[in-house]
């Protein structure tokens, strides 16, 4: 069982910056692609960044682009999403998903295709 947690979420001015995290206790991340999605009531859950098993590989959603950093620690026992400069528009609750059967290294934006999800963690964006 891969169970995922978030960390990190908060309430921040526009402009602010904070840092996500996505762990698990009982294995490490490093043989999966690991996800950040958002979810807005009433909108459909969007991908905001991903990271392939090794981190060589990440996307961004054009949303976010330039803003949102998207890392793995050296041993790959967590990862991290850092967010600058947000707006309010950020504002969403923030989820990790890691997909265990992406065998090459890369990853993608497609929910369901995602097997673990973390419980997710509330950004708020406003002044």
């Known amino acids: 069982q891969l169970q995922l947690v978030e960390s990190g979420g908060g309430l921040v001015q526009p402009g602010g910056s904070l840092r996500l995290a996505c762990t698990n206790s009982?294995?490490?991340?490093?043989?999966?692609?690991v996800a950040w999605f958002r979810q807005v009531p009433g909108k459909e859950r969007e991908g905001v960044s991903c990271?392939?098993?090794?981190?060589?590989?990440?996307l961004y959603a054009d949303s976010v682009k330039g803003r949102f950093t998207i890392s793995r620690d050296n041993s790959k026992k967590q990862v991290y999403l850092q967010m600058d400069s947000l707006k309010p528009e950020d504002t969403a609750v923030y989820y990790c998903?890691?997909?265990?059967?992406?065998?090459?290294?890369?990853?993608?934006?497609?929910?369901?295709?995602?097997?673990?999800w973390g419980q997710g963690t509330q950004v708020t964006v406003s002044s």
């Open positions: 998903a890691a997909d265990l059967t992406v065998y090459s290294d890369d990853c993608h934006f497609r929910s369901d295709e995602y097997d673990y």
């Open positions: 990271i392939s098993s090794s981190g060589r590989k990440t």
């Open positions: 009982q294995f490490t991340l490093d043989y999966y692609a």
